[in-house]
């Protein structure tokens, strides 16, 4: 079976590490939001991508959630001692090789989704793992800041101001001219089946749904699209979706962000919608059905995503 996965950072990580378990011998390609990518001191940093390949190569923190375990902070503590701003976003000494890795390639000329694959060669993730994008296209936050309506990196909003400031909207800033990664289009096109993980509808998914070619490879392609929530209980399991969705008027419920998606009988983009066993939703064209979605190991998150699959084919 062809499995497309359209996938965010910690949330969709998790969801892959599922999908792995789940379809050992499937073609696995995940699609992973790059709106969150930022260059900080020089180096080019793909948070989601990262997240992503750090999981499935099984050398993430479990307990942080973002980053390499055993990781250590010399270099961070070295560039605050420096006055190097900014100081406010967490740069592991592991992971800044990476970052130099990455933005080495990135300097000679290697497209993102080529600089991918080459760190994903140590990594071994199990799965294709595609940039949503080669070109850059970064999430920013329209916030009230010191007086005057301003707009900031997603990064700035989200780890520096902790989601605090009441984002008035998210502007994804070069979308119009971004194509999908090679590869992207061609995995929706080809695949058996869509899924998109219980990441952020509207930082994760959104971002991605916003590369323009993506959302109607979805809506028009052969491929049932199977989404999973992730807001169980009427909020995010962990993170920020809970001040994201309102700016774009969905509530946040399972129900809310299913009817977001829509039914793709409808121009919208769902066959058949997850939702938490304590959760209901009625979505006209979508079939719900109420499952555990909590992730908290990797054969709960693949019994998740059997009940996904075990769709008509
Ligand atoms: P990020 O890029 O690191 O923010 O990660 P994602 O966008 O991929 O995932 C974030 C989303 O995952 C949040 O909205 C969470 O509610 C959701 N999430 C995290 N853990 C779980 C879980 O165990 N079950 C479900 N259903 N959703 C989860
Ligand atoms: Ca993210």
Wanted: glycine share 12%; with cysteine.
């Amino acid at each position: 079976m062809r499995i497309a996965v359209l996938a965010g950072g910690i949330g969709g990580a998790r969801f892959l590490r599922g999908v792995r378990v789940a379809c050992p011998d499937d073609d696995v390609t995940a699609v992973i939001n790059t709106g969150d990518d930022v260059t900080l001191h020089g180096l080019r940093i793909c948070p989601d991508l990262d997240s992503v390949m750090y999981t499935l190569g099984g050398v993430h923190d479990e307990k942080r959630g973002w980053g390499r375990k055993d990781e250590t902070w010399r270099i961070k503590d070295e560039l605050t001692a420096y006055g190097a701003e900014p100081s406010w976003f967490g740069l592991g000494d592991l992971d800044i090789a990476t970052h130099l890795v990455r933005t080495r390639m990135l300097e000679a000329g290697y497209p993102l989704s080529d600089v991918t694959a080459a760190l994903c060669q140590r990594w071994q993730p199990g799965v294709t793992v595609l940039p949503m994008s080669d070109d850059r296209c970064e999430t920013h936050v329209v916030v009230e800041l010191d007086g005057a309506r301003r707009a900031i990196h997603f990064q700035e909003w989200w780890v520096r101001h902790h989601a605090k400031l009441r984002p008035e909207a998210f502007v994804q800033v070069g979308v119009d001219d971004a194509e999908p990664a090679p590869g992207v289009l061609e995995a929706i096109a080809g695949a058996d089946v869509v899924l998109l993980a219980p990441s952020n509808p509207v930082v994760s998914i959104g971002t991605i749904l916003g590369v323009p070619g993506i959302r109607e490879a979805l809506v028009s392609g052969p491929a049932p699209v199977v989404g999973l929530s992730p807001i169980v209980g009427g909020a995010p399991v962990r993170g920020m979706a809970d001040a994201c969705l309102p700016v774009i008027g969905v509530e946040v419920s399972a129900q809310g962000v299913g009817r977001h998606y829509g039914a793709r009988s409808d121009g919208g983009l769902l066959d058949r919608w997850l939702v938490h066993d304590t959760d209901a939703a009625q979505i006209p064209g979508v079939e719900v059905l109420a499952v555990p979605l909590m992730m908290t190991d990797d054969d709960a998150t693949a019994a998740m995503v059997r009940v996904a699959l075990a769709i008509d084919r």
